[in-house]
């Protein structure tokens, strides 16, 4: 799944309705908006104007620009630092923002000043670990030949302990990488000061399932079909994320449903004015925020979870 991924990215922009899939701030402004003004108010809080604005895996760079926009009226500019595999991207966001710095890890984040963090479907494009509970105990489901195989080892250790007993053929999922990240970003937030948002398709856990999924022009596809040519993600376990930055000592929020998270934060109030600034374009306004907020579209299977500095104050959004 890793190298898959990196084949995939690292080769084009799949983004937008001409690409695979397409993400929330590729289908409005307010989406980014939002986010710069929901880190601009915790950091104004937190007396933290000095911090860093991350991203990881900023995809053509959207997000970034329109959070930034945001930020800068309510007077904070900060510097910006993007985590990006991808060369293509990278050019992407250069574009949109040229004075940013790019890292290929995380380890070469600056560390003598606090950071906002913010990760949009960036965590379910990282490679999961899939077992399964056969009569001879837990395997990893591997891949061999192009298809689904077991291995042989046992592998009892790798699962949770609420689900030591799920039922035979059962799936359960971890995401070594996307642990490992949030250990480290969680130690930096309880070390430097500052607050990590991800969101993401995702579940709170533990909970059993095989979540693996591949896109191709917006349609679901075989995952194992043409590995490189197609975007591969699970869903996000954030049970799993907001106990791995309390046990690095950073504080996690609820974890809520994107459709929750935006209107706490206002989205109504933006459409309204963006529609009133824009009769042109009212219709096109409200079917993105429908889409970004209803049940049946982005609202509830995207999860929305805060992790930060155990003094920092709470943040918006998750009341
Ligand atoms: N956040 C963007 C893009 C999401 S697509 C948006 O919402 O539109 C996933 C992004 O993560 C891409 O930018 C991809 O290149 C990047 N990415 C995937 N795996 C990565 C890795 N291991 N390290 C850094 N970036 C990665």
Redesign the pocket.
């Known amino acids: 799944m ?1 190298r898959a ?2 084949v995939y ?2 080769g084009r922009d ?2 937008g309705r001409a690409g695979d ?1 397409i ?4 289908i409005s402004q307010m989406f980014g908006e939002l986010i710069g003004l929901w880190g601009a108010d915790l950091i104004l809080r937190a007396g933290a104007a000095s911090a860093a604005y991350v ?6 760079g ?2 970034a620009a329109d959070a930034r926009r945001a930020m800068a009226r309510a007077g904070l500019e900060l510097p910006v630092h993007f ?4 060369p293509v ?1 990278r050019e992407k966001q250069r574009a949109a923002l040229p004075a940013a710095h790019w890292h ?2 995380i380890n070469t984040l600056p560390t003598d000043r606090p950071l906002l963090i913010v ?4 965590f ?3 490679p999961i670990r899939q077992y399964t509970r056969t009569a001879r105990g837990w395997r990893e489901r591997m891949v061999a030949d192009g298809r689904f195989t077991l291995g042989t080892a046992e592998c009892a250790d790798a699962i949770p302990l609420p689900l030591a007993d799920a039922p035979l053929g059962a799936i359960v999922e971890r995401n070594p ?1 996307a642990e490992a990240i949030m250990a480290a970003l969680a130690a930096r937030l309880a070390a430097q000061g500052g607050a990590l948002l991800a969101i993401d398709y995702g579940y709170e856990g533990p909970l059993a399932g095989d979540t693996l999924q591949a896109m191709a022009n917006h349609i679901h596809v075989d995952p194992l079909e043409a590995p490189g040519t197609r ?1 591969l993600t699970a869903h996000v376990d954030f049970g799993m994320l907001a106990a791995v930055a309390r046990t690095h000592g950073a504080r996690p929020s609820p974890c809520v449903t994107q459709g929750a998270f935006l209107t706490a934060l206002g989205i109504d109030a933006r459409a309204q004015a963006l529609a009133r600034a824009n009769p042109a374009q009212a219709g096109a306004i409200e079917t993105a925020r429908h889409r970004l907020v209803a049940p049946q579209a982005m609202g509830r299977l995207f999860r929305v979870l805060a992790v930060r500095h155990p003094d920092w104050p709470e943040p918006a959004g998750f009341a």
């Open positions: 890793a991924n990196a990215y690292g799949p983004l899939f993400t929330a701030p590729e991203e990881l895996g900023p995809g053509r959207t997000l985590v990006e595999t991808s991207l290929d890890v990760a949009n479907e960036f379910d494009a990282l990488a975007d």
